[in-house]
């Protein structure tokens, strides 16, 4: 079965600096999908960034980065020049195959981020 | 916010009633699912559906069902609430894009069951 772990509960950041997030995750499979959610105070689920495990290449939104290294099954998210509006929850995802050609997201427990002015 | 809605956004039941939570969405997506949100465990599916009438259990199905009459509406019922059903409940679409599908969620339903 495929599981995800998040190693922080929560981190802290001052705006305008740089984090990592951490993230590992552990399957058989070899070609899968991963992502970062954040969840807000105002709860609402909001896809970060995705990563193919078959491209080699790290993705990149605006300031979210990854850093994916398919062997040692890790995928980190770097938020620079943090904003206020990146506090909230951030969470991890491995997608799995499902019946019907649907799929499942496995989600890490999540690490809480909170960005001090 | 690919058109999800949820109803309702909150509920306070008691123990042993029935509860029905609506997902409704408005851009014809095929596949919908429902996920139970608890402190210390992130997201976890309780049942989706790959087509109207086609749907099937996740990890944690326990005490719950659902319907799926029409593409746009996916219907998760508590038969008999009880208090571990106490949760936030969100409700997915899965869209394609160009490379892979992608979930997107709903605003959520806040449950308490006293």
């Known amino acids: 079965a495929q599981t995800v772990t998040q190693s922080q509960p929560e981190m802290s950041v001052q705006e305008a600096e740089t984090v990592t997030l951490s993230c590992t995750y552990d399957?058989?499979?070899?070609?899968?999908?991963l992502f970062w959610y954040k969840q807000p105070p105002s709860r609402q689920m909001i896809l970060v960034i995705r990563?193919?495990?078959?491209?080699?290449q790290n993705a990149t939104e605006n300031r979210f980065s990854v850093n994916f290294q398919k062997a040692a099954k890790s995928f980190s998210l770097k938020i620079s020049d943090s904003q206020l509006g990146d506090t909230a929850m951030y969470f991890c995802a491995f997608m799995t195959n499902l019946k019907g050609g649907s799929e499942k997201l496995v989600f890490g427990k999540g690490t809480k981020l909170t960005v001090n002015p | 916010d690919a058109g999800i809605t949820q109803s309702p956004r909150h509920k306070v039941t008691e123990t042993g009633t029935p509860v029905t939570l609506r997902c409704h969405q408005t851009?014809?997506?095929?596949?919908m699912y429902w996920y139970r949100q608890d402190p210390g465990h992130g997201l976890r599916l309780i049942h989706y559906?790959?087509?109207?009438?086609?749907?099937d259990k996740g990890e944690v199905s326990d005490g719950y069902s659902v319907s799926r009459s029409k593409t746009e509406d996916f219907l998760l019922t508590l038969e008999s609430a009880t208090s571990s059903q106490t949760s936030v409940y969100f409700c997915?679409?899965?869209?394609?894009?160009?490379?892979?599908?992608?979930?997107?969620f709903g605003p959520g339903t806040r449950l308490t069951v006293l």
């Open positions: 559906s790959y087509g109207v009438k086609d749907t």
């Open positions: 990563q193919e495990a078959y491209k080699q």
């Open positions: 997915a679409i899965s869209a394609s894009t160009s490379s892979t599908d992608t979930q997107y």
């Open positions: 851009e014809n997506h095929r596949y």
């Open positions: 399957t058989s499979e070899s070609n899968y999908y």
